[in-house]
C-alpha cells in the first residue's frame, strides 16, 4: 500500500509525502497524481522519508520522474541505492 498525501505548498514548490511501497497498483496511481503536477509551473518534491520499498516499477517511475525535474528529498539509504541502480541500468 502507498499513501501519498499534500505535505506543503510553498508557491514555489509542492511537497508530496509517500508512506509504504512504490509497488504494483501503485506505481500507476503515483503517476497520474504526479502528471499534471509535473507539467505545472511550480516545482514538484516527493519527500521518500517513509517509503519502504520501491519494486523495479515503482524505482523506474521515480527516476524518470527525477528526470523531469522533480525534486526526490528524505529517500532512506534503501530506497536511495534502489533508485541510484536504477539509474544505471
Same mark, same amino acid.
Given at each position: 500500500m502507498l499513501k501519498i498525501s499534500a505535505a506543503g505548498n510553498t508557491g514555489k514548490s509542492?511537497? #508530496?509525502k509517500l508512506e509504504g511501497r512504490v509497488i504494483g497498483p501503485w506505481v500507476t496511481e503515483l503517476e497520474s497524481v504526479c502528471a499534471p503536477l509535473v507539467c505545472g509551473p511550480v &516545482?514538484? &518534491?516527493? !519527500?521518500?522519508?517513509? +517509503?519502504?520499498?520501491? !519494486?523495479?516499477?515503482?524505482?523506474s517511475l521515480l527516476t524518470a #520522474?527525477?528526470?523531469q525535474g +522533480?525534486?526526490?528529498? $528524505?529517500?532512506?539509504?534503501? +530506497? $536511495?541505492?534502489?533508485?541510484k541502480a536504477r539509474k544505471t541500468d
Open positions: 509542492h511537497t #508530496l &516545482r514538484l &518534491r516527493l !519527500d521518500l522519508a517513509d +517509503v519502504t520499498y520501491a !519494486d523495479a516499477e515503482g524505482a #520522474l527525477e528526470a +522533480v525534486l526526490l528529498v $528524505n529517500g532512506t539509504p534503501f +530506497v $536511495n541505492e534502489q533508485l
